[in-house]
């Protein structure tokens, strides 16, 4: 199975937020791969290979990023788990949106035409939760978003995707080739079934380490680099973003002397009698 | 928040995409594996048997070796592991120091074809462990003084006596015996007649036994090895070095290593630290708006920066082939200083709280006691670097 995993980088969501005018200040950001990205790669990896001998693959991933020059790094980390090869286009981060990142892979599947497309189902930077099904709607493909399980069934000609819903799990067919969104439980050990890697085995939980072999073969490994005007892709933003401020500063809270007080306050200033 | 690094210099600019890569993932790696459980271990004085494999299988032992299985990595590259490693915990990284650099790197180097096709393979994969014994209850600082022998009898060496303070002894299928031969024309019994052997789990008149009731390094197993009329066959013998050059090549490969371990631990005190004092609130403002507070927070950052420049140096300097041990003397007497002296004020700034294990502090404290001592005393190292300068040996 050919697979395209997209990895987006984003600053670490530990970090706190600083803001220059009224946009986002990232000079100091330390970058890494969006998690749920990070999620897709895993999944991707479990897909083309048998959990028990690893080193033998059936068929491939890549991964690919928009961005800087920077990226690399958080390409080059997913080639280190085992990914088999990445493509970088060249973009800076504010002159992309989602329209722009859709239209770019819809760019890349046409050309390289993978079986799947997997892709963490949000970045974890603004949320947006809409490349991927902006994507199977502008390939005219089959999308299942949020998945917690994927199973391959009719000789690899469809997947069977797990997706939690309010009240349990909900199965959905979907006929390669597709677009898939990933959620956090598709990390756990028997989440996904690639029909060759044994039904009871079990991965350890979450995306595996970069070993140091993998990181020494990432080192030769392509990393393919384009840009949106040679891809034909439009830059013109069509998500404009009017401005950003930070959360306000929580106020101290009050101290109340009495029972009698804490009610007279809860029904003059909290209203909530 | 998981620990972010410390890199007030950006030296992570110096670094190349290869050796950010390995250190972060040891980063993970520790946050992951080792941080959840070391307190528990420390407390009970245990070693977790599944470290070895899942540092095997990451490729972190015997990491800066190459073929048979090792991952071949850079200096730099392999010192950033063990500062990762040691952020977690002291013990874990001089496993992984013991094993790559004290037993595998020997093997490397010293060793016969088929030795190191026998154990390398698997000492990577953490399959296998292995353990060091050069210092003795009565020859610490001066190896040269051992009294372990080697007597040859026939195709066999008889090994008699007694190593002391060793690191995964008890754990060890393969021990790496450095004793006196009477052989080689050295002279018998003096230092230039001894040769490293390899002696393995369940050979006669060959016994261990750990060391407790240990301050330090409590997650990590310390014992004796005894040695009454062991017989090896001679092709146990490292057949490569005579003489005390063979250990002595050992531990400059496991200095240096110790010299990024400690940033670790210091780092990891640091970080408590900061996070710690600028939470606590005493006197209305946090403790980290205190003047007396911030003078200590600072001077543990720039000893960590300095000693980050120095072992990164150090690291280039053993690609470039001029690295001598001089400087790695100055490198693992300067980082371990410093780490110390962090940590002990790390565990002054968290007040009380510092004194549990439910804080990392008293535990890298009390670790780097024996890290200031082992591979090489403080003292020791200031007399290498002692002779260097003045060309007159002060040992005696």
New interface residues.
Partial sequence: MKILVTAKRIP?P??KIKLKGNALDLSAA?WQLNQFDEYAVEAALRLTEDGAAPATRQGAVTVASLGPADV??QL??AL?MGADKAIRVEAKDEELDAVIVAKTLEKLVRRDQPDLVLMGKLAADNEGNDVGQRLAALLGWPQATFACSIQVVDGGKALLVGREVDNGVEIKKVRLPAVVTVDLRIIAPQAVKNGRTAANFAYPE?PR?????G??A??DKPIEALTLSGLGVSTALQVKTHGSELPPARQAGKKIASVHELVEKLRSEAKVL | ??F?GVDFLQLDELLT??E???R??FR??VD?EILPVIGRHFREGTFDASWPRKLG????LG?SLTGYGC???GPVAYGLIMQELERGDSGVRSFASVQGALVMYPIHSFGSEEQKQRWLPKMAAGEAIGCFGLTEPDFGSNPGGMRTTARRVGDTYVLNGEKRWITNGGLSDVAVVWAKTDEDGAGQGGAKSVRGFLVERGTPGFSTRDIHGKFSLRASVTSELIFEDCVVPASAMLPGVQGLRGPLSCLNQARFGISFGAIGAAMACYDEALRYTKDRKQFSRPLAGHQLVQAKLVDMLEEISKAQLLSLHLGRLKVAGTLRPAQISMAKRNNVRMALHIARNARDLLGANGITDEYQAGRHMCNLESVFTYEGTDHIHTLVIGEDITGIPAFD
């Fill in positions: 670490d530990g970090q330390n690399q790094q080059r980390s280190a979450g380490y970069a070993s140091l072999k990181i020494r990432a080192k | 928040m998981p972010a995409e290869e950010r890569l390995v972060d993932t993970r790696f992951d299988s990451l490729g972190a990491a991952a071949g990595l």
